[in-house]
């Protein structure tokens, strides 16, 4: 049987639904030993700050059950570097290629977006609005309605490319964010980003992360990242990316009958690095044996 | 790189605490230097989640061996895997020990618990190329020293030293390097083990001036350069970033190292 995974996000068409997560694929190349790239949906590459981070002090990372708790502080080379060492490799592969913005200010972001729209092969931005704001006392943009939605409007009119807005979970009302992000003009959105976590070393009493606090990924997180996926996909009108703990085609699809078009993985890569692409393989799977002949089919079917 | 799902544990061995395996894995032990590591899956479920980064303890024709200490859930797990079934491991990553030196002279190999791991794999291939090797291995007690014999066999001249006196020299493997020092000359010292011991052994090489290279561990998410995850302070980097230890590591210079960052 032929089956058909792609889908349409409206701004993006994607081979298959699966794309890697920002932060955990490095920028793309790492993972070239181990996946083809023709066969998954696309990749977004690390959060890209204007010039090149230093990142938090170690230990920057702890494992919990089910979990990972990371505080790397985005470390990276920064979008000149980036788009003059990485970008041109990147457009040689056959997959779509998302780049996750970072910014320690409004003007942070819209410069790094500025300086992205010079370069080609891009499909899209997605907008990590969980930066510490610098001007103002580390709050982010991700926290608040306003600061959000105004946010997505600066980048959306500072680009000619896609603007897909990250919402963190650290956030009272998932809801009020996501319509805020679709009333600034965002073309999607993506959740979740890490949830605020922390370990303790009982021995010393001290924290297991220099920074203290990190942010919780893997399949620990997958039931919170698939509730928040499914109230803000039946609020928005916008296509959904849903991501949080996914390790199998299962999980997948348990984000796309909640109604998200796309999935992120991101923790998994590190333990599977072939992941994205195995998941794509099993979701097809899956399909042939419930007779499913396009996966678009299984989108938002939740039966409630 | 290579990444072998089905590596077969063909060997098995145990002392307490220690473990030994012997892996069949022709891809990745082609590619295998001293120094080198690989990315163990220790679980198929969810706990422990990640991969758990294991040096290479020796290459024997198409097979690898790795030396283990149980230090938490993850290696216990492993501990338990049997003869026969197969092991998921990416590898070999990271920079080997040996530097490119025309002559290596007289090699002083010091190994502390469960840091000895990699410096069998590694003593046997400088004497290889020619170098006059000599371990120091150290522990707390007698058991922490279970492959002291397998040197011996090997050819390689070794000391052991125990903290509590009940085999071999009585004090720390760096007491034990300090007199081995004033007695003759090493041309370059190669250490791995835990912070404390190799804090004090680059301070000793440092005031005797001769080059060591040393072996840093750090948490890892991934062992290939992907997370970010597993960096520390290493000196002389392009105005000292942090630095991957899976990618640029684990074996750095003494010099390079911030210790301070380090532990
Ligand atoms: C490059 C490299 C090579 C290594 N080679 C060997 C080896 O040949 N033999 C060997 O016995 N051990 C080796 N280790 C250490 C080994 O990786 C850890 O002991 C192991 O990951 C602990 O996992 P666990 O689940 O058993 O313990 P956990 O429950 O995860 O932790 C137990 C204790 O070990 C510490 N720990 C956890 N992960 C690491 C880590 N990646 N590095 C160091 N300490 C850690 C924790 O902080 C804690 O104190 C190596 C580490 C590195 C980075
Ligand atoms: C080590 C690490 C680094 C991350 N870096 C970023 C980042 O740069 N930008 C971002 O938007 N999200 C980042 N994330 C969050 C992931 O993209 C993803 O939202 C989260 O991990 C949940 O998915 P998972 O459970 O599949 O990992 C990072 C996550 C991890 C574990
Ligand atoms: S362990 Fe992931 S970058 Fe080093």
Redesign the pocket.
């Known amino acids: 049987m032929m089956i058909d995974l792609s889908v349409d996000l409206g701004f993006l068409k994607l081979r298959n639904p699966v794309l890697a997560a920002s932060g955990t694929f490095g920028y793309g190349l790492e993972f070239a030993p181990f996946i083809d790239f023709d066969k998954i949906g696309g990749i977004v590459v690390k959060g890209l700050y204007f010039g090149p981070r230093e990142g938090n002090p170690p230990p920057r990372l702890v ?1 919990t059950t089910g979990g990972l708790i990371n505080a790397i502080g985005l470390q990276g080379v920064g979008v000149e570097k980036f788009s003059e060492e990485v970008l041109p490799k990147l457009r040689e592969l056959d997959t779509a290629v998302i780049v996750n913005i970072c910014g320690a200010s409004d003007e942070e972001y819209i410069q790094v977006i500025e300086y992205l729209d010079r370069q080609e092969g891009v499909d899209a931005y997605e907008l990590n609005i969980s930066c510490p704001n610098v001007e103002k006392n580390g709050f982010c943009p991700a926290l608040d309605p306003d600061t959000t939605g105004a946010l997505v409007k600066q980048a959306k009119a500072a680009g000619r490319r896609p603007i897909i807005a990250k919402l963190s979970p650290n956030v009272t009302n998932i809801v009020e964010i996501a319509r805020a992000a679709e009333d600034g003009g965002a073309d999607g959105i993506s959740l979740i980003n890490t949830l605020l976590a922390m370990a303790v070393d009982v021995e010393t009493r001290r924290p297991k992360l220099a920074n203290i606090f990190g942010g919780l990924s893997g399949p620990a997180i997958k039931p919170i990242a698939l509730r928040m996926t499914y109230q803000v996909a039946t609020a928005v009108n916008i296509p959904v990316i849903g991501m949080g703990g996914i390790m199998t085609a299962a999980d997948a699809i348990e984000f796309l009958i909640v109604g998200a078009k796309a999935v992120q993985v991101g923790t998994a890569n590190f333990i599977d690095p072939a992941s994205t692409m195995r998941i794509a393989g099993e979701m097809k799977d899956f399909c042939e044996r419930k007779g499913i002949k396009k996966i678009t089919e299984l989108i938002g079917t939740i039966k409630i | 790189m290579q990444w072998d799902s089905r590596a077969k544990i063909i060997f098995k061995q145990n002392w307490n605490d220690y473990h030994l395996f012997r892996i069949e894995t022709p891809k990745i032990a082609v590619e295998a230097r001293p120094g080198q ?1 690989l990315m163990v899956r220790v679980s198929d479920t969810p706990y ?1 989640l990640l991969r ?4 290479i ?1 020796s290459r024997e024709r198409n097979a690898l061996e ?11 797990l492993l501990s338990r895997k049997k003869e026969g079934e197969t092991l998921d491991i990416i590898g070999p990553l ?1 920079k080997e020990f040996i530097p490119d030196w025309e002559h290596l002279g007289i090699a002083y190999l010091i190994g502390g618990g ?1 840091g000895i ?2 410096l069998y794999f590694l003593g046997k291939e400088l004497k290889k190329l020619g170098a006059k090797v000599h371990v120091l291995y150290g522990g707390k007690t007698l058991a922490d020293l279970p492959v002291k014999e397998k040197f011996k066999k090997a050819g390689l001249g070794m000391t052991c030293s125990t903290d509590d006196g009940s085999f071999g020299f009585h004090g720390f493997v760096t007491d034990l390097l300090e007199n081995e020092i004033q007695k003759t000359t090493p041309q370059i010292l190669f250490i791995c083990g835990p912070n404390s011991m190799m804090k004090k052994a680059a301070e000793l090489a440092a005031a005797h001036k001769i080059p060591a290279r040393i072996s840093l ?4 998410g991934c062992g290939f350069g992907a997370c970010w995850g597993c960096v520390k302070r290493i000196k002389k980097s392009d105005n000292g970033k942090w630095r991957k ?1 899976c990618e640029d590591g ?1 074996v750095f210079w003494a010099e390079e190292i911030i210790w301070e960052e380090a532990e």
Do not use: D, K, L
């Open positions: 494992e | 590591f422990p758990r980064p294991i040096s303890h790795i030396f283990f200490q149980v230090a938490g859930q993850g290696t216990a990271g469960r791991a990699p561990e750090s948490m890892m230890i684990p």
